[in-house]
């Protein structure tokens, strides 16, 4: 086994239990999922209601440090949750915008992916996510901490890293919902994003693709 295959499987069974690495590789092995390709206009984005007190920055490995030493404070669904998101950013994917609180306590994660991210696209995820145009960005893995959700976080966090997308010049926006998040759906609604294809996400022995 692959050093870096370990380093997964270690991550998950210190933070997630025993259980999870075996339900882990039972879903690399055969899973169904399904998930909304989501499009919006940044120019055309709602943000009605925004907090003031947070601030953000590009996540350094300081900060990675401090959410593995905390996951044991959370609940189980967001150890699960955080977990995955530290495994997506040791695959390369850097550009993890972190914010915190005027009390320096630990509010959010989101992932802005820019055009140059294609070739990790393409290594890691070819058959996942569609290949960014010149124009475009994709916001990703998004993770609120449990005692900052529902206080208008959410807005204020895709704020943050679609005005840097705008300030960057890109025009237009992607993410990807699972069908059954209702939550993620209806708050990307509000901002003025649109539902797109519907994707049927598989992984058979292994491998993983969606239904581009």
């Not at 943000?47 to 953000?56: A, E, H, Q, V």
């Not at 905390?70 to 994917?93: C, E, I, W, Y």
């Not at 900052?148 to 005005?163: D, E, I, K, Q, Y």
């Amino acid at each position: 086994m692959l050093p870096a295959q370990l380093g997964t499987y270690r991550l998950i069974a210190t933070h997630l239990g025993l259980e999870a690495p075996a339900t882990y590789l039972l879903k690399r092995l055969l899973h169904v999922d399904h998930f909304y390709h989501m499009t919006a206009i940044i120019n055309r984005l709602r943000f009605p209601r925004l907090r003031s007190d947070l601030r953000f920055d590009l996540a350094c490995k300081g900060d990675l440090d401090e959410i593995v030493q905390r996951l044991r404070m959370l609940d189980a669904a967001s150890r699960k949750d955080l977990v995955a998101r530290l495994l997506f950013h040791r695959r390369g994917f850097s550009s993890c915008y972190l914010g915190r609180s005027a009390t320096g306590d630990l509010v959010s994660l989101q992932w802005l992916i820019r055009p140059r991210d294609n070739a990790l696209l393409q290594k890691h995820f070819r058959r996942i996510y569609y290949p960014l145009q010149e124009n475009q960005v994709m916001i990703e893995n998004l993770f609120i901490f449990p005692s900052f959700r529902g206080l208008a976080t959410f807005p204020t966090v895709n704020h943050h890293v679609l005005s840097l997308a705008k300030q960057e010049g890109f025009q237009t926006c992607r993410t990807y919902i699972r069908k059954d998040n209702v939550t993620s759906l209806n708050a990307f609604f509000e901002l003025g994003f649109r539902m797109g294809k519907l994707l049927a996400g598989y992984n058979l022995l292994g491998l993983s693709w969606r239904t581009l």
